[in-house]
């Protein structure tokens, strides 16, 4: 599909890709700095400007998403490449919906980037389970216990059909970034000015009684200073846990400032409403069924851990394995 | 690495072990890219990380060290054997579901010894989960599916499919939460539009439509009728009430409180709606879990692989998973034994202290669950 308008809307597909490099794409300077303002909004704002409908903007909107992922390719920071991803994916959630009612075979095609075939179902769709896991956001709107489930496929909206395609998307433009190749001088510094835009995070998150965490709570701890984008799961369990080890509000939001999607406002509110409603820690087995589980210290629960005991434990069963 | 050999039983259930596994077939599907785990006495298991290239390569392992577990990775890796875990690069997993009985179902305490009532019961969860989840509302097909007694008290199923090959953890966990019920929700299928009420029809798919339809049969059912009504008892008014529902209508019950009283019979009927699975091992895409055919060391039975999900209805595990035919041997009770049947031989109550003769499968049984010694 050479359609121009279509591989503008949707820069990542494999049309677009089709489509630059069969006419070829020189890095303009001019190029490259519109292409830094993108990723800045992007990471600033949380936005991507759509394309004006004229063909030479459409053109140069191809060029602009490939210098702005080299951009941040050059940054290579988990934080912005996050941050970017989702805010490409906002802007195609924008298109998707647009297009759903005026250009409906956009969205099938977009759907088939990802191997997903919606199958209409009146006012609904019906998608494959597998690909209704892998691309819903875990959250309760999408538990799927409450979900109309039969013969392998969901039954979603339209909305939230293209919000798994949004997902997609994200999910899509994380996992290929950075890219690892050389790059032109002037898109490296337009990379490293990038960094400038990392939020400031304290170097000493938190002081009390750290050395009585245990290996699954520093290890969330790392990868949100390392901007990882943890589990809704895991996510709760850190904050409950340092709820219940007393840190105070302010430091937990600190924490989890790292998060690519962070938002101080509803970091605060959920770290207050875990406080006021008093939940108990998930123990050590829930935990390994979230994933989170890292080491085999048999405390019970993460609160239980304690460095002195626990820790030699650990110490020393890896050391006879070893 | 080999498991240490202490006691005489142990000596003679290695003999055995040893035996059974030169004559059986050992193997497992992509078995070169799963990592395995066998276990001793002490710990079901005590070395993991191995990999084998093919099944002869297994089966020599086996036969010469005989471990009284095995079990193999529900994931498949490029480098099984690799540590740690993120080295193995995990490629994809089937997908599990444990069911074990807790050995409450016959109203006491079966402990060791899970009695007839209770392994009947965990059968029937097996048959539940496939009947009532897998194959109506994941859609798997039954080729898909691999089912084997778990050689102990319960049943496994193997999904090996496309659809869920490369799941995460999370996913695998909205899937065990689904059968489970966990995170079911009576606001999120029934909503008012205005004064109407509305909920799932029995048409539909997903637990939604599972209540409806277990409501609906339930009404014939006159106390519960009654329950929700009083008018519900005219056949009549209960009639209206099932066309009403079965356009996803539940406005039309003559009650007051109507929302507070259905989501009451949603909360109590949930219970028996739901399957009942350890969900933890359906979430772990690098569990490890019993080998299908190998012989569980807690009861010298086979983890018996079945022909077909269908084939678990006739499925009798005190008949058909125990392996061991040979000569009759003397074994002393080391605590008290209560009444058993092992392939069609009924024997016990046992006494402390007392030997018996008994049939190989019995007295290997005992002494795998470390009940007896070689008198």
Not at chain 1, 212 to 239: D, F, G, K, Q
Not at chain 2, 105 to 126: E, I, P, R, S
Not at chain 2, 196 to 217: H, I, L, M
């Amino acid at each position: 599909m050479a359609d121009l308008l279509f591989c503008s809307h949707y820069p990542f597909s494999s049309a677009a890709k089709a489509y630059v490099s069969e006419r070829g794409m020189e890095i303009v300077s001019s190029y490259v700095e519109k292409a830094e303002e993108r990723v800045r909004e992007a990471i600033v704002s949380g936005k991507v400007r759509k394309v004006p409908a004229l063909s030479e903007a459409q053109e140069e909107e191809l060029a602009l998403y490939a210098i702005a992922r080299m951009i941040v390719s050059c940054a290579n920071n988990r934080y912005l490449i996050n941050r970017y991803a989702v805010s490409e994916a906002k802007k195609t959630s924008d298109y998707l919906s647009s297009d759903a009612s005026a250009r409906p075979d956009y969205v099938d095609a977009v759907a088939a980037e990802f191997g997903i075939r919606f199958e209409k179902d009146g006012a609904h769709f019906l998608v494959p389970l597998g690909k209704y896991l892998t691309y819903t956001p875990r959250s309760t709107d999408y538990k799927l216990a409450n979900r109309e489930v039969s013969a392998g496929k969901v039954k979603v909206s339209s909305h939230e059909r293209i919000r798994m395609l949004e997902e997609a998307v994200k999910k899509k433009i994380e996992r290929e970034l950075p890219i690892r190749a050389a790059f032109p001088a002037e898109v490296k510094a337009a990379g490293a000015r990038m960094l400038a835009l990392l939020p400031k995070l304290e170097a000493t998150v938190v002081k009390v009684g750290q050395e009585n965490y245990p290996p699954c709570v520093r290890r969330m701890i790392e990868e949100l200073s390392l901007n990882v984008n943890l589990p809704h799961t895991a996510r709760v369990a850190l904050a409950i846990y340092l709820v219940r080890a007393g840190v105070p509000t302010g430091k937990i939001v600190d924490i989890f400032r790292g998060a690519p999607d962070f938002s101080e406002k509803t970091t605060h509110y959920q770290v207050e409403y875990l406080r006021t409603k008093g939940y108990s820690m998930p123990s050590c087995a829930t935990m390994d069924s979230y994933g989170a589980c890292v080491a085999e210290c048999r405390c019970g629960t993460p609160l239980n851990y304690r460095a002195n005991v626990h820790g030699r434990a650990l110490k020393k069963e890896e050391g006879a394995k070893a | 690495m080999s498991l240490l050999i202490q006691t005489q039983e142990e000596k003679f259930l290695h003999r055995r072990f040893s035996d059974y596994y030169s004559k059986s077939a050992v193997g497992v599907r992509g078995l070169e890219k799963r990592e395995f785990g066998f276990g001793g006495w002490e710990k079901k298991i005590e070395f993991r990380h191995l990999a084998f290239r093919n099944e002869g390569e297994l089966r020599a392992r086996l036969v010469s060290e005989a471990p009284l577990y095995i079990s193999h990775s529900v994931a498949y890796y490029e480098f099984p054997d690799a540590r740690p875990m993120p080295n193995k690069n995990w490629q994809g997993s089937d997908l599990i579901f444990d069911l074990d009985t807790d050995g409450s179902a016959c109203g006491h305490v079966c402990g060791k010894f899970t009695c007839q009532k209770c392994l009947d019961a965990v059968k029937a969860d097996a048959v539940k989960l496939i009947e009532e989840f897998l194959l109506p509302d994941f859609g798997f097909s039954k080729s898909e599916l691999a089912v084997n007694f778990s050689g102990s008290r319960g049943y496994h199923v193997h999904v090996v499919s496309d659809a869920i090959y490369d799941l995460d953890r999370e996913a695998r966990r909205e899937i065990a939460d689904y059968v489970s019920g966990t995170g079911l929700s009576f606001e999120r299928l029934f909503w008012n539009e205005g004064k109407k009420f509305f909920g799932p029809s029995p048409s539909q798919g997903g637990f939604g439509g599972k209540f409806a339809r277990a409501f609906v049969s339930r009404l014939s059912d006159d106390a519960f009728a009654r329950s929700i009504a009083l008018k519900l008892r005219k056949p009549e008014e209960k009639e209206k009430l099932k066309s009403a529902i079965s356009m996803g209508n539940w406005d039309n019950i003559g009650i007051t409180n109507r929302e507070k009283k259905l989501s009451e019979k949603f909360e109590e009927m949930k219970l028996t709606m739901a399957g009942r699975i350890d969900a933890n091992v359906t979430a772990d895409t690098s569990k490890l879990i019993r080998m299908p055919d190998s012989i569980h060391g807690g009861s010298g039975f086979a983890a018996k692989r079945l022909s077909s999900p269908d084939a678990i209805s006739s499925f009798e595990p005190m008949r058909h998973a125990p392996v061991f035919k040979g000569a009759p041997m003397r074994v002393k009770a080391t605590e008290t034994v209560p009444a058993l049947n092992i392939c069609d031989h009924s024997f016990g109550p046992i006494p402390s202290g007392e030997a018996r003769e008994l049939p190989e499968a019995c007295a290997i049984y005992l002494i795998c669950k470390k009940a007896a010694v070689i008198a």
